[in-house]
Protein backbone atom coordinates (compact mmCIF):
# COMPACT_ATOMS: atom_id res chain seq x y z
CA UNK A 1 0.00 0.00 0.00
CA UNK A 2 3.03 2.43 0.74
CA UNK A 3 4.77 1.99 -2.22
CA UNK A 4 1.57 2.07 -4.28
CA UNK A 5 1.19 5.74 -2.69
CA UNK A 6 4.57 6.50 -2.96
CA UNK A 7 4.59 5.85 -6.96
CA UNK A 8 1.55 7.71 -7.26
CA UNK A 9 3.41 10.94 -5.57
CA UNK A 10 6.19 10.27 -7.91
CA UNK A 11 4.04 10.14 -11.10
CA UNK A 12 2.25 13.36 -9.79
CA UNK A 13 5.02 15.04 -9.11
CA UNK A 14 6.35 14.18 -12.63
CA UNK A 15 3.79 15.68 -14.39
CA UNK A 16 3.95 18.80 -12.42
CA UNK A 17 7.58 19.40 -13.43
CA UNK A 18 6.75 18.68 -17.20
CA UNK A 19 3.83 20.98 -17.06
CA UNK A 20 6.53 22.74 -15.54
CA UNK A 21 8.97 22.81 -18.31
CA UNK A 22 11.34 21.48 -15.59
CA UNK A 23 11.45 18.08 -17.34
CA UNK A 24 12.37 17.28 -21.20
CA UNK A 25 12.23 14.35 -22.59
CA UNK A 26 14.95 13.85 -25.66
CA UNK A 27 14.16 11.29 -28.50
CA UNK A 28 12.94 8.53 -26.17
CA UNK A 29 16.08 8.91 -23.66
CA UNK A 30 15.25 9.01 -19.99
CA UNK A 31 13.67 12.31 -18.36
CA UNK A 32 16.33 15.04 -17.57
CA UNK A 33 16.30 17.79 -15.55
CA UNK A 34 18.13 20.32 -16.58
CA UNK A 35 18.57 24.10 -15.99
CA UNK A 36 17.39 26.66 -18.29
CA UNK A 37 20.29 27.66 -20.17
CA UNK A 38 21.59 31.43 -19.70
CA UNK A 39 21.69 32.61 -22.96
CA UNK A 40 23.76 36.14 -22.84
CA UNK A 41 23.72 36.84 -26.49
CA UNK A 42 22.11 35.72 -29.50
CA UNK A 43 23.23 36.02 -33.56
CA UNK A 44 20.72 35.83 -35.71
CA UNK A 45 21.26 34.92 -40.19
CA UNK A 46 18.17 34.61 -42.35
CA UNK A 47 15.71 36.91 -44.84
CA UNK A 48 12.62 39.41 -44.37
CA UNK A 49 11.45 36.50 -42.29
CA UNK A 50 13.89 37.93 -39.29
CA UNK A 51 15.30 41.11 -40.39
CA UNK A 52 15.06 43.80 -37.75
CA UNK A 53 16.19 46.39 -39.83
CA UNK A 54 18.92 45.67 -41.98
CA UNK A 55 17.40 46.25 -45.43
CA UNK A 56 15.83 49.29 -44.07
CA UNK A 57 19.35 50.76 -42.91
CA UNK A 58 21.20 50.00 -46.52
CA UNK A 59 18.48 50.80 -48.88
CA UNK A 60 15.18 52.58 -48.99
CA UNK A 61 13.40 51.85 -45.07
CA UNK A 62 10.27 50.38 -44.89
CA UNK A 63 7.68 53.11 -44.34
CA UNK A 64 4.15 53.61 -42.77
CA UNK A 65 1.90 51.29 -41.92
CA UNK A 66 4.54 48.77 -41.17
CA UNK A 67 5.21 48.50 -37.78
CA UNK A 68 2.13 49.92 -37.06
CA UNK A 69 0.24 47.25 -34.36
CA UNK A 70 3.49 47.10 -32.05
CA UNK A 71 5.87 49.61 -32.26
CA UNK A 72 3.40 51.99 -33.37
CA UNK A 73 6.17 53.29 -36.07
CA UNK A 74 7.91 51.67 -38.99
CA UNK A 75 10.46 49.39 -37.41
CA UNK A 76 12.64 47.61 -40.08
CA UNK A 77 10.47 44.86 -40.10
CA UNK A 78 8.33 43.70 -43.06
CA UNK A 79 5.21 43.73 -40.54
CA UNK A 80 2.74 45.35 -38.57
CA UNK A 81 4.50 44.50 -35.56
CA UNK A 82 6.81 41.64 -33.40
CA UNK A 83 8.47 38.93 -35.87
CA UNK A 84 9.18 35.28 -34.57
CA UNK A 85 12.89 36.14 -34.03
CA UNK A 86 11.44 39.40 -31.42
CA UNK A 87 9.46 36.76 -29.42
CA UNK A 88 12.74 34.46 -28.77
CA UNK A 89 14.27 37.42 -27.75
CA UNK A 90 11.33 38.25 -25.18
CA UNK A 91 11.29 33.89 -24.08
CA UNK A 92 14.99 34.11 -23.30
CA UNK A 93 15.02 37.18 -21.83
CA UNK A 94 16.82 39.67 -23.89
CA UNK A 95 16.78 42.89 -25.84
CA UNK A 96 15.33 42.97 -29.95
CA UNK A 97 18.56 42.14 -31.15
CA UNK A 98 19.87 45.51 -33.63
CA UNK A 99 20.81 45.40 -37.10
CA UNK A 100 24.49 45.30 -37.77
CA UNK A 101 23.65 47.18 -40.54
CA UNK A 102 22.29 49.54 -38.98
CA UNK A 103 24.65 52.37 -37.81
CA UNK A 104 22.31 54.51 -35.43
CA UNK A 105 21.39 54.01 -31.86
CA UNK A 106 22.66 49.97 -32.32
CA UNK A 107 23.42 48.05 -29.37
CA UNK A 108 25.70 44.72 -29.63
CA UNK A 109 25.94 44.23 -25.96
CA UNK A 110 23.34 41.29 -26.10
CA UNK A 111 24.23 39.80 -30.43
CA UNK A 112 23.47 41.28 -33.81
CA UNK A 113 20.98 40.61 -36.14
CA UNK A 114 22.68 39.73 -39.80
CA UNK A 115 19.10 39.13 -41.41
CA UNK A 116 18.53 40.98 -44.35
CA UNK A 117 15.02 41.32 -46.15
CA UNK A 118 15.29 39.25 -49.66
CA UNK A 119 18.27 37.33 -48.19
CA UNK A 120 19.23 34.37 -49.93
CA UNK A 121 21.22 31.50 -48.62
CA UNK A 122 23.33 30.75 -51.86
CA UNK A 123 24.21 33.94 -54.07
CA UNK A 124 22.08 35.38 -56.70
CA UNK A 125 23.23 37.03 -59.71
CA UNK A 126 20.35 39.78 -59.10
CA UNK A 127 20.17 43.27 -57.82
CA UNK A 128 17.26 44.19 -55.36
CA UNK A 129 16.35 46.61 -57.86
CA UNK A 130 15.76 43.69 -60.17
CA UNK A 131 13.50 41.34 -57.93
CA UNK A 132 14.03 42.06 -54.53
CA UNK A 133 17.14 39.78 -53.88
CA UNK A 134 19.35 40.95 -51.22
CA UNK A 135 23.53 41.77 -51.69
CA UNK A 136 23.82 40.23 -48.12
CA UNK A 137 23.63 36.49 -48.77
CA UNK A 138 24.38 33.57 -46.17
CA UNK A 139 28.31 33.91 -46.75
CA UNK A 140 28.10 37.83 -46.93
CA UNK A 141 26.08 37.49 -43.16
CA UNK A 142 29.00 35.33 -41.73
CA UNK A 143 31.81 37.79 -42.66
CA UNK A 144 29.42 40.60 -40.78
CA UNK A 145 29.69 38.19 -38.25
CA UNK A 146 33.25 37.76 -38.54
CA UNK A 147 33.78 41.41 -38.93
CA UNK A 148 31.69 42.61 -35.64
CA UNK A 149 33.44 39.62 -33.87
CA UNK A 150 37.42 41.00 -35.03
CA UNK A 151 36.70 44.26 -34.60
CA UNK A 152 34.43 44.17 -31.12
CA UNK A 153 37.33 42.60 -29.17
CA UNK A 154 39.82 45.63 -30.11
CA UNK A 155 37.38 48.10 -29.58
CA UNK A 156 36.15 46.52 -26.22
CA UNK A 157 39.73 46.88 -25.57
CA UNK A 158 40.58 50.29 -26.42
CA UNK A 159 37.33 51.39 -24.63
CA UNK A 160 38.36 50.63 -21.13
CA UNK A 161 35.53 51.96 -18.93
CA UNK A 162 34.11 53.94 -21.08
CA UNK A 163 30.50 54.21 -22.34
CA UNK A 164 31.33 52.57 -25.47
CA UNK A 165 31.73 49.24 -24.11
CA UNK A 166 28.20 48.59 -22.91
CA UNK A 167 27.38 48.65 -26.49
CA UNK A 168 29.95 46.32 -27.89
CA UNK A 169 29.68 42.26 -27.37
CA UNK A 170 32.16 40.65 -24.55
CA UNK A 171 33.79 38.37 -26.28
CA UNK A 172 33.29 35.38 -23.81
CA UNK A 173 29.54 35.54 -24.76
CA UNK A 174 29.92 34.72 -28.38
CA UNK A 175 30.68 30.63 -27.41
CA UNK A 176 27.56 31.08 -24.78
CA UNK A 177 25.25 32.99 -27.43
CA UNK A 178 22.32 31.15 -29.00
CA UNK A 179 23.00 31.16 -33.48
CA UNK A 180 19.30 31.39 -34.84
CA UNK A 181 18.87 30.39 -38.59
CA UNK A 182 15.55 31.63 -40.65
CA UNK A 183 16.67 31.37 -44.53
CA UNK A 184 16.12 29.76 -47.29
CA UNK A 185 12.41 30.38 -48.61
CA UNK A 186 14.17 33.23 -51.20
CA UNK A 187 16.25 30.77 -52.72
CA UNK A 188 12.74 28.68 -53.56
CA UNK A 189 11.66 32.00 -54.70
CA UNK A 190 14.49 32.67 -56.91
CA UNK A 191 14.67 29.34 -58.62
CA UNK A 192 11.06 28.79 -59.17
CA UNK A 193 11.11 32.25 -61.73
CA UNK A 194 14.53 30.54 -63.17
CA UNK A 195 14.01 27.00 -62.83
CA UNK A 196 12.06 24.12 -64.31
CA UNK A 197 11.01 21.37 -61.62
CA UNK A 198 14.30 18.91 -62.64
CA UNK A 199 16.50 22.08 -62.00
CA UNK A 200 15.27 23.02 -58.36
CA UNK A 201 15.65 19.77 -57.34
CA UNK A 202 19.09 19.67 -58.52
CA UNK A 203 19.78 23.03 -57.13
CA UNK A 204 18.69 22.02 -53.48
CA UNK A 205 21.37 20.49 -52.40
CA UNK A 206 24.29 23.11 -53.27
CA UNK A 207 21.93 25.49 -51.57
CA UNK A 208 21.68 23.06 -48.41
CA UNK A 209 25.66 22.33 -48.53
CA UNK A 210 26.45 26.15 -48.47
CA UNK A 211 24.02 26.04 -45.49
CA UNK A 212 26.30 23.66 -43.58
CA UNK A 213 29.53 24.96 -43.80
CA UNK A 214 28.04 28.29 -42.53
CA UNK A 215 27.05 26.72 -39.64
CA UNK A 216 30.55 24.90 -39.28
CA UNK A 217 32.42 27.76 -39.83
CA UNK A 218 30.39 29.57 -37.21
CA UNK A 219 30.95 26.02 -34.61
CA UNK A 220 34.66 26.60 -35.54
CA UNK A 221 34.85 30.14 -34.20
CA UNK A 222 32.97 28.65 -31.03
CA UNK A 223 29.32 28.92 -31.45
CA UNK A 224 27.47 25.76 -29.83
CA UNK A 225 24.05 26.41 -29.17
CA UNK A 226 22.18 26.64 -33.10
CA UNK A 227 18.31 27.05 -33.42
CA UNK A 228 17.56 26.26 -37.23
CA UNK A 229 13.97 27.08 -38.72
CA UNK A 230 13.36 25.27 -41.45
CA UNK A 231 11.42 27.12 -44.22
CA UNK A 232 7.79 27.74 -44.63
CA UNK A 233 4.99 26.47 -47.34
CA UNK A 234 6.14 29.16 -49.77
CA UNK A 235 3.27 27.77 -52.05
CA UNK A 236 0.72 29.11 -49.69
CA UNK A 237 2.03 33.13 -49.47
CA UNK A 238 -0.95 35.11 -51.42
CA UNK A 239 1.53 36.74 -53.32
CA UNK A 240 1.94 33.34 -55.44
CA UNK A 241 -1.37 32.95 -55.86
CA UNK A 242 -2.39 36.57 -56.80
CA UNK A 243 -2.73 35.30 -60.84
CA UNK A 244 -3.96 32.10 -60.43
CA UNK A 245 -7.70 32.85 -60.41
CA UNK A 246 -10.16 29.93 -61.26
CA UNK A 247 -7.10 27.11 -61.44
CA UNK A 248 -6.93 23.88 -62.73
CA UNK A 249 -7.82 20.92 -60.47
CA UNK A 250 -5.09 20.08 -58.43
CA UNK A 251 -2.93 22.84 -58.69
CA UNK A 252 -4.23 24.19 -55.21
CA UNK A 253 -4.75 22.09 -52.52
CA UNK A 254 -7.80 22.80 -49.98
CA UNK A 255 -6.50 25.77 -48.60
CA UNK A 256 -5.80 27.24 -51.62
CA UNK A 257 -1.74 26.33 -51.57
CA UNK A 258 -0.10 25.50 -55.02
CA UNK A 259 1.04 21.70 -53.81
CA UNK A 260 4.07 21.98 -56.54
CA UNK A 261 5.87 25.00 -54.83
CA UNK A 262 4.81 23.28 -51.04
CA UNK A 263 6.12 20.42 -52.28
CA UNK A 264 10.04 21.45 -52.95
CA UNK A 265 9.57 23.09 -49.69
CA UNK A 266 8.79 20.01 -48.26
CA UNK A 267 11.83 18.46 -50.42
CA UNK A 268 14.10 21.23 -49.19
CA UNK A 269 13.58 20.49 -45.72
CA UNK A 270 13.97 17.14 -45.55
CA UNK A 271 17.21 17.76 -47.05
CA UNK A 272 18.25 20.58 -44.50
CA UNK A 273 17.23 17.96 -41.30
CA UNK A 274 19.25 15.66 -42.68
CA UNK A 275 21.99 17.77 -43.22
CA UNK A 276 21.53 19.14 -39.30
CA UNK A 277 21.53 15.24 -38.68
CA UNK A 278 25.29 14.92 -40.11
CA UNK A 279 25.99 18.09 -38.43
CA UNK A 280 25.55 16.64 -35.15
CA UNK A 281 28.22 14.05 -35.83
CA UNK A 282 30.17 16.12 -37.07
CA UNK A 283 30.07 18.91 -34.55
CA UNK A 284 30.61 16.97 -31.26
CA UNK A 285 29.75 19.64 -28.55
CA UNK A 286 27.36 21.48 -30.86
CA UNK A 287 23.97 21.69 -29.44
CA UNK A 288 21.95 21.58 -32.98
CA UNK A 289 18.18 22.13 -32.95
CA UNK A 290 15.57 21.77 -35.92
CA UNK A 291 12.79 23.97 -35.75
CA UNK A 292 10.01 22.53 -38.12
CA UNK A 293 8.38 26.00 -38.64
CA UNK A 294 6.30 24.84 -41.89
CA UNK A 295 4.06 22.47 -40.01
CA UNK A 296 3.55 25.78 -37.68
CA UNK A 297 2.81 28.31 -40.57
CA UNK A 298 0.42 25.17 -42.24
CA UNK A 299 -0.76 24.64 -39.30
CA UNK A 300 -2.21 28.08 -38.85
CA UNK A 301 -2.97 28.35 -42.55
CA UNK A 302 -5.16 25.34 -42.23
CA UNK A 303 -7.37 26.29 -39.26
CA UNK A 304 -7.78 29.82 -39.83
CA UNK A 305 -11.47 29.44 -40.43
CA UNK A 306 -12.23 27.49 -37.44
CA UNK A 307 -10.00 29.62 -35.30
CA UNK A 308 -12.13 32.28 -36.68
CA UNK A 309 -9.62 33.98 -38.71
CA UNK A 310 -10.01 36.00 -41.94
CA UNK A 311 -9.59 33.63 -44.92
CA UNK A 312 -5.64 33.12 -45.30
CA UNK A 313 -4.92 34.15 -48.86
CA UNK A 314 -6.75 37.67 -47.89
CA UNK A 315 -3.97 40.06 -47.59
CA UNK A 316 -4.42 42.89 -44.49
CA UNK A 317 -2.78 45.36 -45.91
CA UNK A 318 -2.71 46.22 -49.91
CA UNK A 319 -5.41 46.27 -52.65
CA UNK A 320 -5.24 43.05 -54.48
CA UNK A 321 -8.94 42.30 -56.88
CA UNK A 322 -8.26 40.12 -59.62
CA UNK A 323 -5.69 41.39 -61.86
CA UNK A 324 -5.40 44.59 -60.22
CA UNK A 325 -2.72 44.92 -57.68
CA UNK A 326 -1.45 48.15 -55.52
CA UNK A 327 1.02 46.86 -52.71
CA UNK A 328 0.89 47.73 -49.18
CA UNK A 329 1.22 51.62 -48.09
CA UNK A 330 1.60 52.59 -51.81
CA UNK A 331 -0.84 54.63 -54.80
CA UNK A 332 -1.54 52.96 -57.65
CA UNK A 333 -3.95 53.19 -60.47
CA UNK A 334 -6.25 50.04 -60.90
CA UNK A 335 -7.33 48.61 -64.50
CA UNK A 336 -10.97 51.09 -64.23
CA UNK A 337 -8.34 54.32 -63.83
CA UNK A 338 -9.17 54.80 -60.40
CA UNK A 339 -6.38 55.93 -58.15
CA UNK A 340 -6.45 53.41 -55.32
CA UNK A 341 -4.40 53.25 -51.56
CA UNK A 342 -3.26 50.11 -50.78
CA UNK A 343 -4.68 50.58 -47.01
CA UNK A 344 -4.08 48.03 -44.08
CA UNK A 345 -7.97 46.29 -42.85
CA UNK A 346 -9.82 46.97 -39.72
CA UNK A 347 -8.75 43.85 -37.77
CA UNK A 348 -4.88 42.79 -38.45
CA UNK A 349 -5.07 40.43 -35.32
CA UNK A 350 -7.43 37.98 -37.73
CA UNK A 351 -5.13 37.69 -40.63
CA UNK A 352 -2.61 35.26 -41.47
CA UNK A 353 -0.74 37.47 -44.16
CA UNK A 354 -0.07 41.45 -43.44
CA UNK A 355 1.26 42.21 -47.54
CA UNK A 356 0.97 38.98 -49.28
CA UNK A 357 4.63 37.88 -48.69
CA UNK A 358 5.07 38.76 -45.17
CA UNK A 359 3.27 37.99 -41.62
CA UNK A 360 1.45 40.11 -39.63
CA UNK A 361 2.50 39.88 -35.67
CA UNK A 362 -0.52 37.87 -34.80
CA UNK A 363 0.88 35.10 -37.01
CA UNK A 364 3.96 35.53 -36.00
CA UNK A 365 3.04 34.86 -32.37
CA UNK A 366 0.85 32.52 -33.10
CA UNK A 367 4.05 30.76 -35.07
CA UNK A 368 6.17 31.57 -31.60
CA UNK A 369 3.45 29.57 -29.43
CA UNK A 370 4.04 26.47 -31.35
CA UNK A 371 7.91 25.94 -32.07
CA UNK A 372 9.32 27.82 -28.71
CA UNK A 373 7.42 24.94 -26.56
CA UNK A 374 9.71 22.16 -28.32
CA UNK A 375 6.69 20.45 -29.72
CA UNK A 376 8.04 20.81 -33.43
CA UNK A 377 11.42 20.61 -32.58
CA UNK A 378 14.02 18.16 -33.16
CA UNK A 379 15.04 17.21 -30.97
CA UNK A 380 11.93 17.67 -28.64
CA UNK A 381 13.38 20.74 -26.63
CA UNK A 382 11.80 24.14 -25.93
CA UNK A 383 14.14 27.13 -26.42
CA UNK A 384 14.65 27.76 -23.21
CA UNK A 385 17.06 24.03 -22.81
CA UNK A 386 18.37 24.60 -26.43
CA UNK A 387 21.87 25.01 -24.99
CA UNK A 388 22.22 21.08 -24.11
CA UNK A 389 23.27 18.11 -27.05
CA UNK A 390 20.78 15.68 -27.10
Not at 49 to 76: E, H, L, M, R, W
Not at 170 to 182: G, M, P
Not at 280 to 308: F, M, N, Q
Not at 368 to 376: Q, R, V, Y
Request: hydrophobic share 35%.
Amino acid sequence: MLVTKMNNILALLFWVLLLQGSVIIVEGNPVKEKARCIFPAMYNFGDSNSDTGGISAVFKPIASPYGQTFFKKPAGRDSDGRLILDFIAEQIGLPYLSAYLNSLGANFSHGANFATGGSTIRRENETIFQNGISPFSLDVQIWHYDQLKSRSKDLYAQAGNSLMRSVLPRQEDFSKALYTFDIGQNDLSVAFRTMNDDQVRAAIPNIIDQFSSAVQHLYEEGARSFWIHNTGPIGCLPVQTFYNINPPPGVEDQYGCLNSQNAKAVEFNKQLKDAVTKLRTKLPEAAITYVDLYAAKYGLISKTKSLGWADPKKVCCGYHEKYDHVWCGTKGVIGNGTSVYGSVCSHPELHASWDGVHYTEAANHWFANHILNGSLSDPPVPISHACYRA
